[in-house]
């Protein structure tokens, strides 16, 4: 029984002792003991020469930022070593935390470009057969012209600046109207001796080029081409701006500035413990939080502007992944050759009237033999005859019998219809993906500073470093990470923020809010969007036309065959065609017949069925 009572004592002396002295050797100082944890942990960081390192603590009054009054492992040049440190240190911190994103980001400025690449191809070979199949006369001079114009699409299409599409689309209509003047309009001109050709073809061609727009022999098409490329592209070059400017941000911000007294901090956050002999202690986390959110304020002053990027990035990424058929990038892009086929046979439709104008502008060339082919010389020889009994009220829609077989045979091989292989999959998965993963950074350069002290941070220790000595908790006050809060910051000076970093949120914040501008989706300027969209829309409703060529309302009548399902063609063997009288069926307003509620208003079957017959007769005078 005394052996037990004696084993129990002799027990609760040795608890009580190592509560006493381990904190005690937890928190001493170097002061009895030598420098050889520091040594090792110099050497193992790379900091510096390990000769810098004494071998026991002793005075040193050079100190700068790691100053004690008793002993010190550290030197001057120590402090020096360990200045170049943390600012290697913290910088690969932030490259490493930010690898994912500029992953992300570089990669999918690569997958949009392949896409955008691989869809400018096939559309651009696509448009070149157009020349090939229905105006041999044109192909080998235009095949150059439409390469060059897919080549500035696609320029625009990555986001530059300095590309327009009015400026693309005039140029290529510009080098175009020569051609057809004279391979379709007047076919003789091409064809005089090399001699008197040469002499004449370029200034002649320059008249013809500068005087494009106000003959205007394409009619309306140039500017619907534009219309159509400017409401498709519009996403998809917005995507790849946002894109390269996120990519500059983010090496911006790995490449940012440290103050000096930012270094001094960190130098005092991370290795003055070192200096005392306490190479395992970690930093209170209000002490890391208040050093690296001083250090990287203009990181943090980004965090606003990037969040409103990565919203404006999730909204296009989901525009090009829902797109409809009507501003669908890969329509638009395929309606080019639909858009060129009908401005040269616009052009065709008007001959007379364009060489009319064009002879009093520049002059007229006098025509020598000429060898055509069988198609275009049928092409020109039939429009013109047409065009001599009525040059200036002859609609498209009852035009002469070869142009509305070439417009029927360039619809036929050319559906308009929504892709739906490989291209339109990829472009939807590219898009879903990026959607899905961009959203996890919107409040990363927010945040950066606390995951940067996220592995300085104390893991289950009741102690910390203050940045002076251990103590149980960091009494400072822990202070915002805007800049006017990072002026009380207690533990470093910071007066402004990097000025690449300050030149980086103004791109971003200029950037955003005018492609919201151009888009149409900022509130501040939306009456002013809807004002230019309505003068859009009255120019080119001006033209004739009800609506947009890609809804395909030409189609309708351009051919007998296309009366409604299950009825014959009107024609001289059938029903007399209908007079322009009054329909029956066209009452007033106020006396359609109306079913349902109030808000509601249905045509009859017949009275439709009438109509659209009324509307595809042709007339007739009484």
Known sequence: MFRAAFQNVDL?????????????????????????????AYMMRQIGPVELVPDRPGPD???????????????????????????????????????ELKYLIAGHIKAYQEHFEMLLSFTSNLTSTLFDSAYSALASDCRP???????????????????SLESVVRRFYNDLF????????????????????????????????????????????PRLLVSSLSRALGPGRALSRLLRLAGEVV?????????????????????????RGLTLIRPCTGLCINIMR??????????????????LLQRLAATLATSSNHNSMELALLAVRHHVNDAILHAQLHGPRITATVEKVCGSQAAGPVMMGPQSTTVHTTTSANLERSPATLPPSVGPPVHRRLRLQSRRSFPLKGSRGEKSGNLKKISREFEGSIQRYQWFFTELPEMLCESEMEVEQH??????????????????????????????????????????????EQLTQELLVELGWASKVRGRVEEEEGGSAHMEGGSGDDCDDEDGCEAS??????????????GKDRTPPRRRPVLPHLLPPTQVPVKGSAHTMTFEPLTLLSLLLFLLSPWEPR
């Open 12 to 40: 609760f002396w040795v608890i009580l002792l190592c509560f006493v002295l381990l904190p005690e050797a937890g928190g001493r100082s170097a002061d009895a003991d030598s420098c050889h944890e520091v040594k090792t």
């Open 61 to 99: 009054e050079s100190l700068r930022v790691c100053v004690h009054p008793g002993p010190s492992c550290c030197t001057s040049k120590m402090e020096d070593s360990y200045m170049a440190a943390v600012r290697s240190e913290t910088q690969q911190k932030m490259r490493s935390y930010s690898f």
């Open 145 to 163: 012209l439409v390469f060059q114009l897919f080549t500035d699409i696609k320029r625009h299409l990555s986001g530059d600046s300095n590309s």
């Open 178 to 221: 020569p051609l057809v003047y004279r391979r379709l309009l007047n076919p003789g001109i091409g064809q005089m001796s090399v001699r008197t050709y040469n002499s004449l073809s370029t200034s002649h061609d320059d008249c013809l080029r500068m005087t494009r727009r106000d003959v205007s022999p394409f009619g309306p098409h």
């Open 251 to 275: 090496n911006a911000t790995e490449k940012a500035t440290l103050s000096r007294d930012c270094l001094r901090g960190l130098v005092r956050m991370q290795y003055c413990s070192h200096c």
């Open 294 to 311: 001083g250090c990287l304020v203009g990181v943090s002053e980004l965090g606003g502007p990037w969040g409103s990027l990565v919203v």
């Open 463 to 508: 102690t910390c470093w203050s940045g002076q000595d251990v103590v149980e908790s960091y009494a400072g006050r822990v202070v915002g990470n805007t800049l006017k809060a990072q002026r009380e910051n207690p533990e470093l000076t910071v007066r402004n923020t990097d000025p690449v970093l300050k030149g980086a949120k103004q791109r971003l």
């Open 557 to 570: 009548g351009d051919e007998p065959g296309d009366a409604p399902s299950g009825r014959s063609p009107v």
